[in-house]
């Protein structure tokens, strides 16, 4: 039977609580005090703490510090009527699993409880090898301060089940995080279950979250289960939630307060038991004082935000990532021996990447291709880093963009010249076969022989 420490000052709260556990199987021993509860923690060897935030003696955070001081691995679960952004964060980062607002549902306390003891970490067996780096980062690359502090917070909030809000540029590497912090997280072996908001059309976003029942609507022919039900037992990242409609905000703040929702067409509630980590890169504030994103919803989704700095802001970073790209393309496309050399490194790491860390990879698969024997060399990047006036122009360090040119333009025509040079030398190394040719270049023939038609290349 599994042990809780229930600390609580408010004794009708304390009792319906003491009584709501007992009923579902749980031993629970309890006072209202941090000094019961260190008494408890010391004498009981529980498998949870469960705390108030405001006692009498002093704060629930000083007892989860005191507690995960004797038990790194005790699962804690904070309560408070004041229940603020600010708290749930502190709460989290001083190792909280989760933080639980007052008044709260008594199945959605069991819940966690449940969730929390079933995801306690495992002690480490004797003589067990240490992670590797590749896990230890979470397959996030870089060692820059900016990204380092990344992985820390990612690390530090993965155990616990609450909301986590990745804010950043596009191509800043948000998806990337999130599935690190799945993995590291007690629900890894669950799914990951990924919307992208902006890419789903409203008319289809509520049944692609939702699901729908069979005659729903034209076209319902078979039941369809939702994103929201499939993530069960693990994790919904919500991409670009900056752009759900103002309809499904509403619904998506029902899930992230009471785990139910019910599919179109249907009657029958449902539950979800799933961790929920949103994207954007949008100024959400900005969207709530503008009447565009519901404040509430707001303020469930900022629970710990993380915000992903821009690959311009980690310029130390850049050498690597090239790097580990070359060597990753190049093997895909049986180059393993590529290198980048040291004109391409400084025209590479000169750069302002306002596409970031996406850019460049873009910009490293294009040069891949474009390479002749086994050196990156700056020529090679040439027509390939959209916007960038030096390579645009062709004039060097001194160049100016004409007058009335945008950066969009210069995008546009640098990624027309880059694809057209790019299915060039591909035709060439595959003999003009053109299905090997779209293989390589990691897409579909269809897509090849259109773009043939569209740059006029035979």
């Known amino acids: 039977m599994k042990r809780v420490v229930l600390i609580e000052d408010r004794e009708s709260t304390r009792v319906m609580v003491e009584e709501t ?53 005790l699962p804690v679960l904070v309560m408070s009527a004041f229940g603020t952004i600010e708290i749930a964060v502190e709460a989290i980062k001083s190792g909280a699993y989760d933080f639980v607002p007052k008044p709260f ?22 003589g067990e090898e240490p992670e590797s780096g590749t896990t230890e980062n979470g397959g996030i690359l870089g060692k820059s301060p900016a990204i380092r502090a990344v992985i820390h917070s990612a690390r530090r909030v993965a155990p616990s089940d609450a909301t986590v809000l990745l804010l950043g540029e596009s191509g800043t590497g948000k998806e990337l995080v999130a599935r690190a912090i ?44 939702g994103r929201v039900e499939l993530a069960s037992g693990g994790t919904l990242f919500l991409d670009e939630i900056g752009d759900l409609s103002q309809s499904l905000q509403v619904k998506l703040l029902r899930i992230l307060q009471e785990r139910t929702f019910v599919r179109i067409g249907g ?15 949008r100024d959400l504030e900005t969207g709530v004082r503008e009447g565009r994103f519901r404040d509430d919803l707001y303020y469930r989704l900022n629970v710990f935000p993380i915000r992903m700095p821009p690959l311009r802001d980690r310029p130390e ?27 391409a490194v400084a025209r590479l790491t000169r750069f302002g990447w306002p596409g970031n860390v996406r850019q460049l990879r873009n910009v490293i698969e294009r040069a891949v291709i474009l390479a002749d024997g086994d050196e990156i060399r700056a020529e090679h990047l040439t027509g390939v880093m959209d916007g960038d006036p030096e390579v645009a122009s062709g004039k060097g360090d001194d160049a100016v963009l004409p007058e009335g040119t945008t950066l969009l333009d210069v995008g546009r025509d640098a ?10 030398r591909a035709l060439e190394v595959t003999g003009g076969n053109r299905t090997e040719a779209a293989r390589r270049l990691g897409v579909s023939y269809k897509t090849l022989w259109s773009k043939l038609k569209e740059y006029e290349l035979g």
């Open 317 to 343: 970073d850049v050498c690597s990532l090239a790097t580990t790209f070359v060597r990753e393309v190049g093997e895909s496309l049986d180059r393993p021996r590529l290198v980048l050399s040291e004109d």
């Open 182 to 225: 799945h993995g590291w997280s007690g629900r890894s072996n669950g799914p990951l279950v990924s919307v992208n908001c902006a890419a789903i059309p409203g008319e289809l976003m509520e049944a692609e979250f939702f699901g729908s029942e069979r005659g729903a609507f034209t076209g319902a022919v078979a039941r369809k289960i």
């Open 415 to 424: 990624q027309r010249k880059a694809e057209a040079e790019a299915i060039h």
């Open 267 to 281: 009657t029958e509630e449902l539950h979800t038991d799933i961790r929920v980590i949103a994207a954007t890169n």
């Open 21 to 73: 556990l007992r009923r579902r199987g749980y031993d629970v021993v309890s006072g209202g005090t941090v000094a019961e509860g260190r008494r408890l923690l010391d004498g009981e060897a529980p498998d949870l703490l469960l705390t108030d935030l405001q006692l009498p003696d002093g704060t629930g955070l000083e007892l989860l510090t005191w507690g995960l001081g004797r038990d790194p691995r």
């Open 105 to 126: 549902d008594t199945n959605r306390l069991v819940s966690l409880v449940g969730h929390a003891l079933e995801r306690r970490p495992r002690a480490a067996d004797p």
